[in-house]
């Protein structure tokens, strides 16, 4: 089967949309500072600024982003060949669908974000193997009913079978609590038994005054985030199966063999988990 990866299903007429560089996105702060070259000034200035008020925010990121690469590659191995993926990201190898295939050549991934900079280079970064598919959706996370209903994820995706839901660092950007646990059930409920979720989500509790700076900092450049105890993030698993070690700071969840203790907590501001639909 040819490459069928899809994110030109555009009607005729579509006009992509503007990419505004006048102020911080989150998904270019975070590229930034892990370093990538789809940013801007404002992005540069905002991730300075954090990263002189917790410069261990690079290494929480960096964790962050391993975090996904183990769960992903965990899900793959139970089986999982098909992935939805929530707030993409500006595109960083290796991405979700790069890891899924290296399991499983024939898995399916949609990636679905709302930055008109990630739909620019969805089309050229987001190749996967011969016998996958990948489709891109410039959405907003807040309309799953949208995302679901769309020709991308229904042409890629099978959902009479279990998925792999993958929220990684984008919860935080969602503050009110209730609204933050309801829009998680509303992804998963379409989903088959089997299916499992994998999110991240900033917290204060490791390193509470220089995070909070952080936190701030986003909040002041017109990116307001919600860090969350563990206590609030156990519910977005409510009604799910815990994989052990259940509800962890990121660095802390089936770290690779050799590298436990590598990373301090207080240097770390994620907590994770992945859970299992019955």
Excluded: C
Aim: charged share 25%.
């Amino acid at each position: 089967m040819a490459d069928e990866t899809n994110w030109t299903n555009r009607p005729l007429g579509y006009e992509p949309p503007q990419i505004d560089t006048s102020v911080p996105h989150t998904a270019r702060v975070y590229d930034y500072i892990l370093g990538g070259k789809d940013n801007y000034p404002p992005d540069r200035a905002a991730a300075e600024q954090m990263l002189i008020a917790w410069p261990s925010l690079q290494i929480s990121m960096h964790e962050n982003r391993k975090f996904m690469h183990r769960a992903v590659r965990h899900l793959a191995e139970q089986g999982i060949d098909q992935f939805l993926d929530i707030g993409t990201g500006i595109p960083t190898s290796p991405n979700l669908h790069e890891v899924a295939q290296e399991v499983t050549p024939n898995a399916r991934v949609v990636y679905v974000d709302n930055d008109p900079i990630v739909l620019a280079h969805a089309g050229a970064r987001l190749t996967g193997t011969p016998e996958g598919r990948i489709s891109y959706i410039h959405a907003d996370m807040h309309d799953p009913d949208a995302i679901f209903s769309s020709a991308e994820l229904n042409d890629t995706l099978d959902l009479d079978r279990p998925v792999g839901l993958s929220l990684i660092a984008v919860l935080q950007f969602v503050l009110d609590d209730q609204k933050a646990y309801d829009l998680v059930k509303r992804y998963l409920q379409p989903l088959a038994p089997g299916s499992y979720l994998a999110l991240s989500t900033v917290t204060t509790d490791s390193s509470p005054k220089p995070i909070g700076s952080v936190v701030a900092e986003y909040t002041k450049r017109g990116m307001p985030a919600r860090n969350r105890t563990k206590e609030e993030v156990q519910p977005f698993f409510d009604g799910l199966k815990l994989v052990e070690p259940g509800v962890t700071l990121v660095h802390r969840w089936r770290p690779l063999p050799g590298t436990e203790g590598d990373v301090k907590d207080s240097d770390v501001a994620m907590y994770a988990g992945v859970a299992l639909k019955a």
